[in-house]
């Protein structure tokens, strides 16, 4: 079969862009958890902006992309732009006994995330929200429903109700994740907040996101204390 040169041009950049040790260990964390430069760097043990330059080749070759924080809006997340891989990463497991899945409210994205887990792995999932809202969102109720998951019963609660010692903790809120203060491994997933434009649409975006981070998480996902 042969292959487009413009093809063959953009694998040889992102085997290029991977060909150093330090860009493939942030593609590798990126596999599973969004991080902010300074996240990185602190990871690597390396200056910012030694870790700027690898940022660039990366996005460069398509590797990543950034947005912007909901949170600290000074701050951006890195995150992996799955399509421009093959079979090139190798991400590390992951373990925890539970996952709880953490967000300001607990109405929409990780009350999403935890239904949808408990679908797609034997380990126990979970939500709690920093500031919990009163009832779960209407439109996350809705997008639920569409995809097989019953968020009916499902109420808010606060992340102290929830979390205990060997859960994995995943964010999947900038506010959350830059005031969360839980000790041990966490992951971060930079979704953004479908409440914030309170539409159907913003809603299916929202679970499109979490669905793919999660396919992309249970394959590395191990029971047993985090």
């Not at 079969?1 to 590798?28: N, Q, Y």
């Not at 991400?91 to 990780?110: D, E, I, K, Y």
Request: hydrophobic share 40%; net charge neutral; proline share 8%.
């Amino acid at each position: 079969m042969s292959v487009e040169p413009s093809s063959r041009e953009a694998r040889a950049t992102i085997h290029a862009a991977l060909g150093e040790v330090s860009r493939l260990t942030i593609v590798d964390r990126l596999t599973v958890s969004d991080a902010s430069p300074g996240e990185l760097a602190r990871m690597l043990g390396q200056p910012t902006n030694l870790v700027a330059h690898h940022l660039r080749v990366l996005e460069e070759a398509g590797l990543i992309r950034r947005t912007r924080s909901e949170g600290d809006r000074r701050r951006t997340y890195l995150r992996l732009v799955p399509r421009a891989l093959t079979l090139l990463t190798d991400p590390q497991p992951v373990a925890g006994s539970r996952v709880v899945f953490v967000c300001t409210h607990n109405s929409a994205r990780s009350q999403l995330a935890a239904a949808l887990l408990a679908t797609r792995s034997p380990v126990a999932a979970a939500s709690g929200g920093t500031e919990p809202a009163q009832r779960v969102h209407p439109r996350a109720v809705k997008v639920g429903r569409r995809h097989g998951l019953d968020l009916g019963p499902a109420r808010p609660v606060h992340l102290a109700e929830v979390v205990g010692a060997g859960d994995l903790v995943v964010s999947v809120c900038d506010n959350a994740h830059e005031h969360l203060a839980t000790p041990g491994p966490r992951l971060h997933w930079s979704v953004p907040d479908p409440a914030a434009l309170d539409t159907d649409a913003a809603f299916e975006a929202a679970y499109a996101d979490i669905a793919e981070r999660i396919d992309r998480l249970v394959p590395v996902l191990t029971g047993g204390p985090s």
